[in-house]
């Protein structure tokens, strides 16, 4: 190992050099699209509104993130009311209703449709979350489309907009017969950068971590411990997941919710009734200016400077957002010409290109006409009802604070539309006292021409919709949760939980009533309403109440996570990154608890992001990723028995470098010492699932603890990674315990249990 790398593994790096580097991209490229025509397409009336139009391409070539798509993330099987199709032995499963009907050139459903043709797109492809960096770059991916009429089947359901049967960002030969298995030969396309909100970290790698990354091979196991050849086969291995627990079957009674010093709550908790509205809490609007609550745009101290001689006069910024609001919109124009009213400062810097094109190129006069008398009008009407329904002051979560806030999901959906409306004050600048937060106004979701803009706009338009049509009865819960006894790790004596791992599904589909894990960056949300479209982003845009987390959110430290629980999802998807596409509206029948909020809790965890392959081997770094994942796994006073599995996948992989199987043992680990059980789920890497299925298999029949495996971890990182003048080490990491783990069992058979000898003596 030459000298500056040695140096990059033993010097810790400073917090702004890791935040700088999250946000580095490689550079900029156009997106070269084909045959851009554009076939018009008549369409009638219907439930929602708005007419589904199938346009030829995604319009002018967009500047964008360098990540590998994964179309298989979203490509799930739902039945034609929305509901997720569960197996028959599925623990309280919903009843499924399916109405199909074939899909025709002519008079589709629904709204907004893109249809991109064949893209044609050289370079080097990054690896992303979703598919793992050990995955090939060409990968044969099974999907199971058993629940679908037909390979273009449209189910008969309040859609919202249009599906898009083109081909995304990548080139697709398929074998497909309805209602079958269809097997596809995907060779994600490489794309390019945008530079994009450097606050905001969205997760672009860098060149030379993103060819370590696809240099990466297979787990070489099987050299000396052979996978058992009927497992190749096989969609998932371990414990079958109906035996996991899930909510709300694992999870005891709720005490009577109440207002605490450590939990605010905005609502009448006496009125709470299910399937009714909550009533907010006080019944007149409590107004706090102070750096521990989040300033409001009706607060009577929120002024605008009067254009005045000696520019000493100032007005209410609430009155001119309501005039500006009322005023009306006839297009997008109106809508940018209304928001810098307001927000004069940024007139020349905000840019609504994103915006324009989506009204002007992606959607037909009818739709241009609800959008513009219907949707926008009513979010208006819910965004200037924020004084009668947010009354309470909303706390800050700080950094270093234990604190809950239950909020309903109608003062949430207000919130939101403020901040589609961009009407917060004092968040449109990084240099004010919200600095160390992430952005709420949505001035970045209107600006450049990507298409990626295009499908966010479309997603969160769904939300808006479905939430001024019917107002929203449940309560969610955004818990800020502090580590501050780490475990022991090295001392540790707890042993595996269980495992079951899968090549196919995905953490929100078939992990519902786990605790699922968000993939999170440390201003929560990452780029969302920027460029950002990875697991984070996309679990954001689908379940849009995620989104006012980033109001009153402060970035995450190292010892913290983010818990909420009750969101809603509103929109089925499709792809990952480039291939991301809105497909539907989505009716979520998740059961509610005693608190009415949706039996859906998501656990926000941050990973370390690495410059070196060999970096996260360093003893600090592994420790700080198992006390993260365990900060975010466990639950002070909580019976075993009552926790649900964790649902997760390949954690603080892709851009940021990490490992994926030493990521899955981290994970496990930390999941252990919580009491819980894991459903893995690799993203269509068939491989990852087989190897970490067999170090499961092999720990838990040894019964090797988690401090032995943890020791196990530092006597690989000095035997191996210390002095490697590579960048990967000659010997993997599983193979390493794999050999120590066996040696020592061979050496001691009467004590092969307890594994005594695989540690490294003292130096």
């Not at 926790?643 to 603080?652: D, H, I, K, Q």
Request: proline fraction near 6%.
């Amino acid at each position: 190992m030459d000298m500056d790398l040695q140096t990059s593994l033993t010097d810790e790096p400073r917090p702004e050099d890791v935040r700088n580097d999250v946000q580095q991209t490689d550079g900029k490229a156009e997106l070269q699209m084909s045959d851009q025509t554009k076939d018009h397409i008549s369409s009638d009336n219907t439930p929602d509104g708005l007419v589904c139009q199938n346009l030829a391409d995604c319009g002018s070539a967009g500047e964008v993130d360098e990540s590998v798509t994964a179309e298989s993330v979203g490509n799930q099987a739902h039945s034609a009311n929305g509901q997720k199709s569960r197996q028959p032995s599925s623990p309280n499963p919903h009843p499924v209703k399916a109405t199909c009907v074939a899909a025709r050139p002519t008079n589709p459903k629904l709204t907004l449709c893109l249809s991109n043709s064949p893209s044609k797109v050289s370079g080097t492809p990054s690896d992303v979350e979703m598919l793992s960096p050990d995955s090939p770059v060409c990968g044969t991916i099974i999907n199971n489309l058993s629940d679908f009429c037909d390979g273009r089947g449209v189910c008969a359901e309040d859609s919202g907009f249009a599906k898009d049967p083109g081909i995304k960002s990548q080139q697709v030969v398929k074998n497909s017969n309805s209602g079958s298995l269809t097997e596809e030969k995907v060779c994600p396309v490489a794309t390019s950068t945008e530079e994009e909100d450097a606050e905001m970290g969205e997760c672009s790698g860098s060149s030379n971590m993103s060819q370590d990354l696809i240099e990466s091979q297979p787990d070489p196991i099987s050299k000396s411990f052979p996978l058992a050849l009927c497992n190749l086969d096989k969609a998932w291995l371990g414990t079958p997941i109906d035996e996991l627990n899930r909510k709300p079957q694992c999870a005891p009674p709720l005490s009577h919710l109440k207002a605490t010093p450590n939990h605010t709550v905005t609502v009448r908790t006496d009125l709470l009734r299910e399937r009714e509205v909550p009533v907010p809490y006080p019944s007149k609007f409590r107004d706090m200016w102070d750096d521990l609550s989040v300033k409001m745009p009706f607060s009577e101290k929120n002024l605008f400077p009067l254009e005045t001689e000696d520019g000493s006069g100032f007005q209410s910024r609430w009155e001119l957002i309501q005039t500006a609001l009322h005023r009306g919109f006839k297009s997008c124009l109106d809508v940018r010409d209304a928001i810098l009213r307001y927000n004069t400062a940024h007139a020349k810097k905000w840019d609504f290109t994103a915006l324009n094109l989506f009204c002007t190129e992606y959607l037909e006069l009818c739709e241009v006409q609800q959008l513009f008398e219907g949707i926008l009008p009513a979010m208006v009407e819910l965004a200037l009802s924020a004084p009668r329904l947010c009354t309470m002051p909303i706390p800050l979560l700080k950094s270093g604070m234990n604190h809950s806030l239950t909020l309903s999901q109608e003062q949430i959906a207000c919130l939101l539309a403020n901040a589609f409306f961009c009407t917060f004050p004092r968040r449109n600048s990084r240099k004010s006292e919200y600095c160390n937060y992430p952005e709420i106004n949505f001035y970045r979701l209107f600006e450049g021409s990507s298409p990626r803009k295009i499908e966010k706009l479309k997603t969160l338009l769904c939300y808006f919709r479905r939430v001024t049509q019917t107002r929203p009865k449940g309560l969610v819960t955004f818990t800020r949760q502090i580590l501050t006894s780490p475990p022991d790790w090295e001392s540790s004596q707890t042993q595996l939980k269980r495992l079951h791992i899968t090549c196919k599904g995905t953490i929100e589909d078939d992990g519902y009533g786990m605790l699922q894990v968000d993939f999170a960056n440390r201003f929560v949300g990452g780029g969302v309403t920027g460029h950002g479209l990875v697991q984070e982003e996309i679990r954001f845009l689908i379940n849009p109440e995620l989104i006012v987390s980033r109001l009153f959110t402060e970035a995450l430290e190292h010892n913290e996570c983010l818990i909420i629980a009750g969101t809603e999802q509103y929109s089925k998807y499709s792809g990952y990154a480039e291939s991301y596409k809105w497909e539907e509206s989505y009716k979520d029948e998740t059961p509610r608890d005693d608190w009415q909020r949706r039996c859906t809790e998501i656990v926000a965890i941050d990973a370390v992001k690495y410059r070196h392959f060999l970096e996260q081997f360093l003893p600090e770094k592994i420790t700080r990723e198992l006390n993260k994942a365990y900060c975010g796994f466990y639950r002070s006073n909580s019976n075993i028995k009552h926790l649900s599995a964790v649902a997760t996948g390949n954690w603080g992989c892709g851009a940021f470098g990490g490992d994926t199987r030493l990521k899955a043992l981290i994970q496990l680990m930390a999941a252990a010492e919580a009491g819980r059980d894991v459903a893995y789920f690799t993203f269509g890497d068939a491989q990852l699932m087989r190897d970490v299925h067999e170090m499961h298999t092999f720990l838990t029949e040894r019964q090797v603890t988690v401090g032995q495996l943890y020791s196990l971890f530092n006597y690989y990182f000095n035997e191996e990674c210390k002095n490697c003048r590579s960048t990967r080490p000659q010997t993997s990491l599983y193979s390493f315990i794999f050999e120590k783990v066996s040696a020592s069992a061979l050496s001691n058979p009467e004590q092969d249990s307890r594994m005594s000898h695989v540690t490294p003596e003292s130096q």
